[in-house]
């Protein structure tokens, strides 16, 4: 089945799990001689994942993918439940994050053992939360959904979408963010702090 929708999820997955293998990265190199840059960058990669994530992405899964997908796999309920739960606790999650590295940024080394496990923590089930929805929750949607799921799924996911994700059409609104983390953020989404040649 040939989906607008499933193409923008895989699309956006892509960007989300770089972003988490992004800053995975920084936390390993550390602030070393450019604190300013390097916490700069990790506030920048964790605001996107509060405002691009959490707020557009989430709730496209959770209105239009899982429900179908409950309705007619209901074998997927507690799956479908702890997705669900995942994304209700998206955003706090993300919050306390930014909060932790602030601490650590403001506070000192004595902060950083904090933030280092709670960052650490997050990425392993982001990414373990993003293997679900690829694994169990979009092969079901492609053996049940009918072409008006499909619809409606596909009007939703091409209208707006993660700036980041490759192919889109870069919104102005995330220019200058999307600007400051492919300057300062490591490979694979950005430059490493080296300027563009």
């Not at 300013?36 to 959770?62: G, T």
């Not at 492919?182 to 490493?192: D, E, K, M, Q, T």
């Amino acid at each position: 089945m040939s989906s607008t929708a499933l193409h923008v999820i895989r699309e956006e997955h892509f960007s989300i799990a770089a972003v988490l293998r992004s800053l995975r990265l920084m936390l390993q190199r550390g602030p070393d001689e450019d604190p300013q840059q390097y916490f700069d960058a990790m506030r920048a990669m964790l605001f996107y994942i509060d405002e691009v994530p959490e707020r557009q992405h989430h709730p496209k899964e959770s209105q239009l993918l899982f429900p179908p997908v409950m309705q007619r796999a209901p074998e997927l309920a507690q799956t479908l439940e702890q997705l669900e739960r995942d994304h209700a606790g998206g955003e706090k999650a993300v919050r306390d994050l930014q909060h932790l590295l602030l601490a650590w940024e403001l506070m000192g080394e004595s902060r950083r053992e904090a933030f280092t496990k709670a960052l650490g923590d997050y990425i392993t089930f982001y990414l373990e939360h993003m293997r679900l929805e690829e694994v169990v929750i979009i092969p079901a949607a492609q053996k049940h959904f009918t072409p008006e799921d499909w619809a409606a799924m596909d009007a939703a996911f091409a209208e707006n979408r993660d700036p980041l994700a490759q192919g889109a059409t870069l919104d102005p609104e995330y220019e200058r963010l999307f600007s400051r983390i492919v300057r300062n953020a490591p490979s694979p989404i950005g430059l490493g702090g080296r300027s563009a040649a």
